[in-house]
């Protein structure tokens, strides 16, 4: 792990705790919601970006871990704390049984996509018809403001801890990205068969991934959860969070260790200002965030292949010639 991979995210992440200082709550909202896709997406970065093994169901493992922590503290009275802790373990553990039967039957490329598709479909359907995760109606986690609880009276405070977590993960990304462990997810990513015929265990490498993924990304589910303190089927499970993080890790750049968060930024910025500079000329426009991400995707696959940190790095080539 070389200090250059990471001082650029550690910086980024810097600025972002001084804005509660100068940020509105509206702001901090903003930069929370960000924040909590950004950490979903650096999961799905480790199993698409650096393993290669492109996801379209990572909602699976987002509500996963966003359901367990709310269950266990509303049905059994865990704490919140502990059930941060259980759901990221649920969603490695769910992470790990997907990628047994998917990885075991030889499913790769868009077969292994539409599998982790139909995964989390059939969560969301699930989730949708039984009493325990509250059905169609979801459930509403009680409001108890105390450090304790997992719930924090300013917004700033929860902020800095999603901002904690998020600056971890990052630190895990690189480190893993600068041994051997990254090594062999891109020997995977650029040719399994050769990887295989080099002793690299490909089935291991891609269900550590996997099940590093998943918990990852429940523990954004977690924080969701507590962020909003609501959460039904289609929220948990739904398509928009595989979605979004697919498109943050492409705009971004997949395979990296800050586009993820640079996407998920970027993403939501443009979102949020495409929406206020509508609703001030022709009023409120349903739907045009997600207009407006595929958009995105289509631009960044044809002028920044990959993403916005290997477009910098290509300036920073030429800028040094």
């Known amino acids: 792990m070389k200090a250059r991979d990471i001082l650029p995210g550690l910086l980024v992440l810097a600025l972002l705790a001084l804005a509660p200082l100068v940020a509105s709550n509206a702001a901090l909202n903003f930069l929370l919601s960000s924040l909590i896709v950004a950490l979903a997406a650096q999961g799905w970065n480790l199993l698409g970006g650096y393993a290669g093994q492109l996801s379209f169901g990572h909602a699976a493992f987002f509500g996963t871990g966003a359901y367990a922590t709310a269950i266990l503290q509303l049905r059994y009275g865990v704490n919140a704390w502990a059930g941060l802790a259980i759901?990221?373990?649920?969603?490695?553990?769910?992470?790990?049984?997907?990628?047994?039967?998917?990885?075991?039957?030889?499913?790769?490329?868009?077969?292994?996509?539409?599998?982790?598709?139909?995964?989390?479909?059939?969560?969301?359907?699930?989730?949708?018809?039984?009493?325990?995760?509250?059905?169609a109606a979801g459930l509403l986690i009680r409001m108890a403001p105390g450090a304790a609880n997992l719930q924090f009276p300013s917004r700033a405070t929860f902020l800095w801890l999603v901002l904690a977590i998020v600056a971890a993960v990052l630190l895990l990304t690189a480190w893993?990205?600068?041994?051997?462990?990254?090594?062999?997810?891109?020997?995977?990513?650029?040719?399994?068969?050769?990887?295989?015929?080099l002793g690299v265990d490909a089935l291991r490498v891609k269900l550590g991934a996997?099940?590093?993924?998943?918990?990852?990304?429940?523990?954004?589910?977690?924080?969701?959860?507590?962020?909003?303190?609501?959460?039904?089927?289609?929220?948990?499970?739904?398509?928009?969070?595989?979605?979004?993080?697919?498109?943050?890790?492409?705009?971004?750049?997949?395979?990296?260790?800050?586009?993820?968060?640079?996407?998920?930024?970027?993403?939501?910025?443009?979102?949020?200002?495409?929406?206020?500079?509508?609703?001030?000329?022709?009023?409120?426009?349903?739907?045009?965030?997600?207009?407006?991400?595929?958009?995105?995707?289509?631009?960044?696959?044809?002028?920044?292949?990959?993403?916005?940190?290997?477009?910098?790095?290509?300036?920073?080539?030429?800028?040094?010639?």
């Open 87 to 135: 759901g990221v373990a649920l969603g490695a553990l769910v992470g790990w049984m997907i990628g047994f039967l998917s990885f075991r039957a030889r499913l790769r490329g868009s077969y292994f996509a539409l599998v982790t598709l139909a995964f989390a479909e059939v969560l969301r359907i699930l989730a949708n018809a039984f009493d325990l995760t509250g059905g």
């Open 176 to 197: 893993i990205a600068g041994g051997r462990m990254g090594a062999r997810l891109v020997a995977v990513r650029e040719n399994e068969d050769a990887a295989r015929a």
């Open 210 to 321: 996997i099940a590093l993924s998943g918990g990852i990304t429940a523990a954004a589910g977690c924080l969701y959860a507590q962020n909003f303190l609501y959460l039904d089927a289609n929220i948990a499970y739904g398509t928009w969070i595989s979605v979004e993080v697919l498109i943050a890790c492409i705009l971004g750049g997949s395979g990296t260790v800050l586009g993820p968060v640079i996407g998920a930024l970027a993403l939501h910025g443009a979102g949020e200002a495409a929406k206020i500079a509508l609703n001030g000329i022709a009023g409120p426009v349903p739907g045009i965030d997600l207009m407006l991400f595929g958009a995105l995707l289509i631009l960044a696959v044809a002028f920044l292949p990959q993403g916005v940190m290997g477009g910098l790095r290509r300036a920073a080539r030429g800028l040094a010639r």
